[in-house]
């Protein structure tokens, strides 16, 4: 962070606390105190099935049943979540790009315009992309005006002729709702590249190709990197879009935890679950994390 | 990162401050193939980013021919005539509304004081609260709801307003501290120094020339959460419990046995009025600007 720079930081022996202590006050009661419980209850047992009630017996073996039990919810998160990520990039890296330096004086309000859909609700943007995928939405009306549906099919975008209830939408679903949070910081690392990097390039006779692979792109790595984390976990952590975009076989490890805590109150199980799941996010974070330098990931 | 990148988006129109570097890299260049490539790519991302707005404000003046308010049937006026009808979705949007109001109020001070005490000061312990502040950002929704529901559970707590509060309070104040921390990055804090030595008092010094460089900082960090938890199902439906339900926990829970289109109406309505408050300043920046 800048802060190195700022020779007007001051040294602060009472003051920094006074004003910290409010909010990590909160963030220790409802963040760091809840993960210790959920932990705890994720190696409890439960000794009757029907009560909602547990018992702390320290089984580690609690987090490989859950994985047993719901390796193909797990895989199919991180699966979606990594496909979602990819497109992400695919989608949002030339438009980053775009408005990082052909947007000219309309930048500012293109950029203005990622955020609006930000302005509905996540729930009722993915009810609408169920209203166009519909068997009698707009998006099969074209496919069919145009008698493409076999062309769709072999692409693998619909999946008998449907678009909606299959993996392929939840994926898109997830794709669609997170890359907002690919374009952004990918724009604001390309924005900070100072373009007389380029003309030089440019000028030393480079082709314009071979300037954006050895200039631009890894300058914009950071922003890649940080999309990457801002669209992987909250993509495989979401069930709303397989829920209202999927069919059965594209459950993700959302609705399991949800379903366990709220409906089957097998707190140990999904307790379980919930954590392990934290577990490798946390762990492919750190991994990053490493990669970048802890800097780039809070600044 | 999403520090910088969204609430900077979010104020994006009011705020972005002139690039000194901002002519176009290749304008001597001739407009190439790849540029118009470039350009068409990107008016295709916006249509589709776009394309699901359309169908929420088309869908707002459709007649719909059962519970279900997802096949075009036709023409009507008459959801946007009666945008309360349906009585239990009001009822859960003032909640939602009651909830975001709060937590937006609370987080955003005490975010806003974390973000002054990590860019003001140096002191011991700055790299361990640093990661404090940023891990709720790198946690899955599913995990925060899950374990506060842990929490709350062992504790015997009444599932509810209060509960919901909390956990909304909890996911937006690390969104405020570090939008606001990235807003005053790099700030001049020896004008504080100067006022003080001028002879200003401390208050009078923070009323005059700390807040109002702030202010921007704050303001998006405040309407980002209260975007953010005006929007939020996941960690709700862990904490709400059955007595207190949220506008998206409603919308969501009867998705499959209904969608009435006042639904529709309510989302266009917040999606006009955001773009509108946008509009608006985006063009007192302009007119100030010119002045």
Known sequence: MADKANTSLRKGRFAPYGLLSPGVLWLVLFFLVPMWTLLRIAVSTKPNAYLPEYDLTWRWANFSDAVDRFQ???????????????????????????????????????????????????????????????????????????????VFDALGLTTNGAFLNTPQAVIGGLTYNFVPFMILPIYVSLEKIDVRLVDAARDLYSAPSAAFRKVVLPLSLPGVFAGTLLTFIPAAGDYINAELLGNVRTGMIGSQVAKLFLRESNYPEAAALSFIFMAIITAGVLVYARLLGTEELSA | ???????????????????????????????????????????????????????????????????????????????????????????????????????????????????????????????????IVVLPLTTPEIVMGSSLFT????????????????????????????????????????????????????????????????????GAAALLSFALSIDDYIISSFVAGDGTTTFPMRIFNANRTEIPPQVHVIASAILLAAVGLMALGAWRTLKRLRA
């Open chain 2, 151 to 218: 929490l709350f559970f062992g504790q015997n707590l009444d599932f509810g307003f209060t509960t919901v509060v909390i956990a909304h309070i909890l996911f937006c104040v690390s969104f405020v501290a570090l939008t606001v921390q990235a807003r005053v990055r790099g700030f001049d804090w020896t004008l504080e120094d100067a006022a003080l030595d001028l002879g200003s008092s401390p208050w009078r010094t923070f009323r005059t020339v700390t807040f109002p460089l702030i202010l921007p900082g704050i």
């Open chain 1, 72 to 150: 193909p919810e797990l895989v199919r998160s991180f699966g979606y979540a990594a496909t979602a990520t990819v497109l992400c990039i695919l989608i949002g890296y030339p438009l980053a790009y775009f408005l990082a330096f052909r947007a000219g004086r309309w930048r500012t309000l293109l950029l203005g315009l990622i955020m609006v859909p930000f302005f509905t609700s996540f729930l009722i943007r993915t009810i609408a992309w169920q209203t166009i995928l519909s068997s009698d939405g707009p998006a099969l009306w074209v496919v069919d005006t145009f008698h493409l549906s076999g």
């Open chain 2, 1 to 131: 990162m999403t520090a910088t990148a969204a609430p900077d988006a979010a104020t994006g129109p009011v705020a972005a401050p002139p690039r000194p570097h901002g002519t176009p890299v290749h304008r001597r260049d001739r407009r190439t193939l790849r540029s118009h490539l470039l350009g068409g790519w990107a008016t295709l991302v916006y249509l589709w980013l776009f394309a699901p707005l359309l169908v929420i404000v088309a869908f707002s003046f459709n007649e719909p021919a059962g519970k279900f308010n997802t096949a075009w049937r036709r023409f009507t006026f008459d959801n946007w005539l009666h945008p309360f009808r349906k009585a239990d979705y009001t009822a859960a949007l003032v909640t939602s509304l009651k909830v975001a109001a709060l937590a937006c109020v609370v987080a955003t001070i005490f975010g806003g004081l974390m973000a002054l005490a990590l860019s003001r000061y140096e002191f011991r312990g700055k790299a361990l609260v640093s990661i």
